[in-house]
């Protein structure tokens, strides 16, 4: 049988040429327009300056006075204006910084150094302040000399001169003004204008959560949110979000895709990396568009404060926390950047102990009535390394490019323990009794990942590509004792291997904006086992191409905002076992994935109506055929016949102020389940086997009110859902069938004290409920956090955490199966008590704008 056999070099061949084609002419007419050319005969360097202003189109700051005396004469050919600057201060005692929306032109001193004012400017709350009105004046006479604008992180540049005073003056609305001394470094707090807040109802505090164009965006700069430790730490207290340790869930739309400035987050240490007051906002969408992948049910993208300091920045952070056992992170990041290209390079060490018990009981119904009780004890050890190093490079406002290279690895092997009691009945006589000592590992050789993109602006053209390689390996061993004798052991190896491109093009049409593009994905998993005879070896290998081509549509009208968009997704997959393919596990599947939504927005009510597609490939664990050991009693293996799952959902979503509400219905076939069936009555008597299969018909449904008002110096953040969950497994001989509802409350309260102390108390407390064919039990958490930041700049930030204070985070859960019905209670060790230690140095933030593609596969490896 022929078989579509896709390269990564054919993909790469297809975009060049699409490149050259589309963009070269536009890129070229673009660059040429931006270039200075000037003939300057003993011209003032003033007047140079404002001429190459006017040309270049990016305000330049200087002092007239300083740079009244010196003249030009200089012939200028097709220059960027930065080259242009430089060219008339040849020669001259200035020097030039460039900011993300004008340039700095400084006085060098009398020792050749360069002066400048430079500062942060922050309000009552010790929050930055974006766009505050800065002014340099002679002290003499307070004549204006030069002024600016802060940036988003409150920071602002000025030319100084140190053998003249001068002052600073402030203004920003709703503020007292402000005039002082000028010194070189200023951290400038200003006082709320009582008078003008009275009289006009002016509030310089942001709401925690607005609503633009159909996405919750949480302000996390001046709000609460940045005080919350890492990213990690605060992603979990966003609205409409549950989870923690970068596990997330969206509420009724499940786990989120993450991305930090449009780059998608591969690995979770990253989000510890990127703390909470680095963050400008986070937006939370609950309907992706066709540029994401159909498995994307809902994505959270941060974007950062735009700090665009030159030089060497750092960032060091540790964190440790003790319950049973103990956890630390700690990591390291180094930032240079020279002009507009930025050199970083990152390391993450993460070591943990992790700690939990269990108790199980499990029945098993065949010709014999079997009950298992279980008690285990769980040990790991696991030490990992990951780092990061690259470039990105801007040669104008318009255009970047970089390249990433991820290496990770474990630190030694993975080790699992797990010792316990299994007592076996039948009919309801003792037959077995064991006490078991299970000893696993896992070793991790090096993964690699790599990442290159290109991003571009072509007057009012986008272009967005990025390209991506991965491959890893990874192995490990099992062995049982049961009673003091080896009863199984096993040995396992993995190699996975991903190619991946993705392009996406935006540009104008009609009065709206259309997005379209392409996403090639190539992966291949190859997955060795064998063991010692409870069942049977496996050679699995799969191959899988994924082309996709999407576009969505999006236009304004009056208050209305409409969006639509369709993706069209070719899938095939190559089954081998044992290198001998296998055509009947080999499908071939193609999909249309539709997306439309219309929002409306009027003062401070909002409203909208949103429905997508969306399909779920199994990950490949989930597709082996592998009969893995469990206990004596209790095997585990895949299904390699599972198909894509497919699910309509429906949202409508609308808020006034700081009142938010979400209503969703999602429909879906061929749902995986988990679930547990007799393995071998015959042969094994009394062992289970836990296995995968796919539901006919899934349907959950619920809402969820957000209510976020603030008084005073208490943020307080409340949160009710409600979920119902309906999955009809009687195809699988699984005969439960329950709908109740249940509820979920979370109370986050946030307190801004005095002296720059933060407070945060998050309490949770979710219902119990039987729904389709499990019983869930109620569980509660209450966690807390304290942080105080210390030094210059608040360089030094120091948090005490405190998680599961009370213990009541136990896990409790029923769930029924095909003539088996299984009962299982887990503490993880999740009553954790911590700090928190995180140093940042100069304000210089990494520019990188890789997206990544193919990131769906990169899961599923």
């Not at 699995?540 to 082309?547: E, G, L, T, V, Y």
Request: hydrophobic fraction near 30%; include cysteine; aromatic fraction near 12%.
């Amino acid at each position: 049988m022929k078989r579509t056999d896709f390269t990564f070099r054919k993909v790469w061949m297809i975009y060049t040429v699409y490149f050259l084609l589309l963009f070269t002419p536009t890129a070229n007419a673009q660059q040429t327009s931006r270039l200075v050319s000037l003939e300057l005969k003993n011209e003032k360097l003033s007047a140079a300056l404002k001429q190459i202003e006017k040309m270049g189109g990016k305000n330049i700051l200087f002092a007239y006075e300083e740079t009244e005396n010196y003249h030009v004469t200089a012939s200028i050919r097709k220059q960027t204006q930065d080259e242009a600057i430089r060219t008339v201060l040849k020669g001259k005692p200035f020097n030039c910084i460039e900011r993300t929306d004008y340039f700095v032109i400084q006085r060098k001193g009398k020792d050749g150094k360069t002066t400048q004012v430079r500062g942060t400017i922050y309000g009552d709350r010790n929050e930055p302040l974006a766009y505050a009105n800065v002014i340099l004046l002679a002290a003499a006479d307070s004549a204006f000399i030069t002024g600016c604008v802060t940036a988003e992180d409150g920071s602002f540049i000025l030319p100084g001169n140190n053998e003249k005073k001068h002052l600073l003056k402030v203004t920003y609305i709703g503020y007292q003004p402000l005039t002082l001394p000028c010194q070189p470094e200023n951290d400038i707090h200003l006082q709320p204008d009582a008078q003008m807040l009275k009289e006009v109802t002016v509030t310089a505090s942001r709401p925690l959560m607005e609503r633009k164009n159909g996405a919750f965006v949480a302000n996390v700069a001046g709000t609460p949110l940045s005080m919350l430790g890492s990213a990690s730490d605060m992603i979990g207290h966003l609205p409409f979000v549950t989870g923690s340790d970068g596990n997330y869930t969206v509420i009724g739309r499940g786990k989120p895709e993450i991305y930090i400035n449009g780059r998608k987050v591969r690995d979770t240490s990253e989000l510890n990396q990127l703390q909470a007051n680095e963050i400008l906002s986070a937006e939370i969408v609950t309907t992706p568009g066709a540029r994401y992948s159909s498995n994307v049910s809902s994505v959270i993208r941060l974007r950062t404060i735009r700090k665009r300091g030159q030089g060497l920045s750092a960032n060091a952070y540790a964190d440790y926390t003790q319950g049973h056992s103990a956890k630390g992170k700690q990591g390291a990041s180094l930032n240079y950047r020279t002009g507009g290209l930025d050199i970083f390079v990152k390391g993450h060490f993460n070591e943990s102990d992790t700690y939990s018990t269990s108790h199980t009981q499990l029945q098993l119904n065949t010709s014999s009535e079997w009950k298992s009780i279980s008690d285990n004890v769980n040990r790991a050890h696991d030490a990992n390394f990951n780092g990061e190093v690259g470039f990105n490079y801007e040669p104008d406002d318009h255009q970047s490019f970089g390249i990433r290279y991820v290496p990770k690895t474990g630190l030694g092997d993975q080790e699992l323990y797990s010792q316990g009691e299994t007592v076996m009945l039948r009919d309801g006589e003792e037959v077995d009794r064991l006490t078991s000592d299970s000893h696993g590992r896992k070793h991790t050789n090096w993964n690699h990942t790599v990442n290159g993109y290109y991003n571009g602006t072509f007057g009012k053209w986008n272009i967005d590509f990025n390209a991506d390689y991965l491959y890893g390996r990874s192995g490990g061993g099992q062995k049982v004792d049961n009673n003091g004798e080896t009863d199984a052991s096993s040995d396992s190896e993995v190699k996975n291997r991903l190619y991946a491109a993705k392009l996406v093009i935006t540009a104008p049409l009609g009065q709206g904006k259309l997005s379209f593009g392409t996403e090639e994905t190539f992966t291949e998993r190859h997955d060795i086992f064998k063991q010692s005879g409870f069942s049977n070896d496996a050679d699995n290998r799969i191959k899988q191409s994924i082309a996709s081509a999407f576009a969505d549509y999006s236009i304004e009208l009056g208050q209305f905002n409409l969006t639509a968009g369709l993706r069209y997704e070719y899938q095939k997959t190559d089954y081998y076992e044992s290198d001998i393919y296998k055509e009947e596990k080999s499908p071939s599947y193609h999909d249309l994935i539709p997306i439309v939504s219309i929002f409306y927005k009027k003062e401070d009510w909002n409203i909208g109506l949103s429905y997508r597609m969306m399909k779920l490939n199994p990950s490949y664990s989930m597709l082996s055929s592998t009969i893995s050991y469990q206990s004596k009693y209790q095997y585990h293996n895949g299904n390699p016949e599972l198909e894509p799952q497919k699910h309509n959902a429906f949202s409508l979503e609308g808020g006034w102020k700081w009142i938010n509400a979400s209503l969703y219905f999602d429909h879906a076939r061929n749902m995986y389940t988990t679930y547990a069936k007799p393995y071998d009555d015959a042969k094994h008597p009394g062992v289970v086997l836990w296995t995968m299969a796919s539901i006919p018909n899934s349907y959950a449904y619920g809402g969820a009110l957000v209510l976020s008002p603030k008084f005073g110096w208490w943020q307080p953040q409340f949160t009710a859902s409600l979920f119902w969950f309906q999955s009809n497994a009687r195809s699988l001989n699984i005969q439960p069938l329950w709908n109740e509802v249940q509820p979920d409350f979370i109370l986050n309260n946030s307190f801004t004290l005095p002296r720059g102390w933060f407070l945060n108390i998050k309490g949770r407390l979710a219902f119990g409920a039987k729904q389709s064919y499990a019983i869930k039990k109620t569980e509660g958490t209450v966690d807390a956090q304290l942080t105080k930041s210390f030094l210059k700049d608040r360089a030094l930030r120091v948090s005490l955490v405190a998680n599961d204070i009370f213990r009541t985070g136990t896990y409790h859960f029923r769930v029924y199966g095909d003539r088996t019905y299984n009962e299982f209670e887990n503490y993880a060790d999740k009553q954790r008590f911590g700090i928190r230690l995180n140093y940042q140095f100069n304000a210089t933030k990494n520019k990188y704008k890789g997206k990544g593609a193919g990131e769906s596969e990169k899961g599923r490896l």
